[in-house]
């Protein structure tokens, strides 16, 4: 049995997709047993890993199973990163589950969707790099010390309707993270262990010696979920 910290990496493997390529680079030096787990066989037993990155591919083969990882990482306290889809698909769980928004979609599933929560971005954002401006004192602007920005790399044409983003704010997840024109590009949520979804991909950006400081505080908040697992789960309200 491995005593390295358990990863779910969870997302419908394919070479066309650059950051899953990118993962066979950089997860042998991520000191974590790490699991692909395709979208359509997520259960409840994702629980019983110490992290869980639903990382980009959108739009996934189960979106229900995408989910269904996100609300288990924001409900048990398991350190949760979403980078891209993994992004989009958190806003869509938590406005679906804490703010009552049970419509709420995005497009690529449902052109027609009644509260078109994720749309396509004004100016794609595909093979990008772009300015990253942090909410002083949040978790995301910690991994960033001194630094009030950072330039980051893209590779997506989804993002968050503007026509939501107050809905959004009216409860405990925070946007700390966005844009020149102040498009929301990074969210947290401040009470939880970890839990920080980015539409920038920091894994494109990466070199196996030099792991963005993004995933390198992810890896270590898996690392004490490894250790907390031991004595028993963390919990965190609905």
């Known amino acids: 049995?491995?005593?390295?910290?358990?990863?779910?990496?969870?997302?419908?493997?394919?070479?066309?997709?650059?950051?899953?390529?990118?993962?066979?680079?950089?997860?042998?030096?991520?000191?974590?047993?790490?699991?692909?787990?395709?979208?359509?066989?997520?259960?409840?037993?994702?629980?019983?890993?110490?992290?869980?990155?639903?990382?980009?591919?959108?739009?996934?083969?189960?979106?229900?199973?995408?989910?269904?990882?996100?609300?288990?990482?924001?409900?048990?306290?398991?350190?949760?990163?979403?980078?891209?889809?993994?992004?989009?698909?958190?806003?869509?769980?938590?406005?679906r589950n804490v703010l009552g928004i049970e419509d709420a979609e995005d497009v690529q599933y449902d052109a027609e969707a009644a509260t078109p929560l994720i749309v396509p971005l004004a100016c794609s954002l595909v093979g990008e790099t772009a300015p990253l401006h942090f909410a002083a004192g949040s978790r995301l602007a910690s991994v960033y010390p001194?630094?009030?920005?950072?330039?980051?790399?893209?590779?997506?044409?989804?993002?968050?309707?503007?026509?939501?983003?107050d809905a959004l704010r009216s409860g405990p997840l925070r946007i700390s993270g966005w844009d020149a024109e102040k498009a929301?590009?990074?969210?947290?949520?401040?009470?939880h262990p970890f839990f920080i979804g980015s539409l920038f991909q920091p894994e494109l950006s990466s070199t196996p010696t030099?792991?963005?400081?993004?995933?390198r505080a992810f890896l270590a908040a898996v690392g004490v979920r490894a250790g907390v697992r031991e004595r028993g789960p963390v919990a965190v309200e609905e």
């Open 1 to 95: 049995m491995t005593t390295r910290p358990r990863l779910a990496l969870v997302g419908d493997r394919s070479d066309r997709v650059p950051s899953h390529t990118k993962f066979d680079e950089l997860v042998p030096h991520f000191g974590v047993e790490a699991d692909w787990l395709p979208s359509a066989t997520v259960t409840d037993a994702i629980g019983e890993y110490d992290g869980i990155w639903v990382v980009p591919g959108s739009p996934y083969v189960s979106q229900a199973g995408a989910l269904l990882a996100i609300r288990t990482a924001r409900t048990e306290g398991i350190p949760y990163l979403g980078t891209c889809g993994g992004f989009q698909h958190a806003l869509i769980e938590y406005s």
């Open 184 to 191: 929301p590009r990074a969210v947290e949520l401040p009470d």
């Open 146 to 165: 001194g630094r009030e920005s950072a330039v980051e790399t893209y590779h997506c044409k989804y993002g968050l309707n503007p026509v939501y983003e």
């Open 210 to 215: 030099d792991i963005h400081p993004l995933i």
